[in-house]
């Protein structure tokens, strides 16, 4: 098992960016794929980021392609997602998953509590 805690949420005008940080805790956090998904006020959720266990391959949601970023530290058990020209349709609590899957749905076995990234216009 893996347990997940993310961390740097916030708010940010539009065109701003931000860092999330997902640290885990478990001896076995290199055997799994991580993403970042999201559930914004009044939607299901959504598939943003993924990476594989050796972040040699990442898929990202065409909505966010060209400005996200999503990247690992197996030594340091943390994945990142680096986030640049927000936009308040980024508005949403964003949650840190694993899988042994690498998958680009939101069909991940290990939840983090997420954490909340408002963007205002």
């Known amino acids: 098992q893996v347990q997940l805690v993310e961390s740097g949420g916030g708010l940010v005008q539009a065109g701003g960016s931000l860092r999330l940080s997902c640290a885990a805790s478990?001896?076995?956090?290199?055997?799994?794929?991580l993403a970042w998904i999201r559930q914004g006020p009044g939607k299901e959720r959504e598939f943003v980021a993924a990476?594989?266990?050796?972040?040699?391959?990442?898929y990202y949601a065409d909505s966010v392609k060209g400005r996200f970023t999503i990247s690992r530290d197996n030594a340091k058990k943390t994945v990142f997602l680096q986030m640049s020209s927000l936009k308040p349709e980024d508005t949403a609590v964003y949650y840190c998953?694993?899988?042994?899957?690498?998958?680009?749905?939101?069909?991940?076995?290990?939840w983090g509590q997420g954490t909340q990234v408002t963007v205002s216009s």
């Open positions: 478990g001896r076995t956090f290199s055997f799994y794929a």
């Open positions: 998953a694993a899988s042994i899957v690498f998958t680009t749905t939101p069909e991940y076995d290990y």
């Open positions: 990476i594989n266990r050796s972040g040699g391959t990442t």
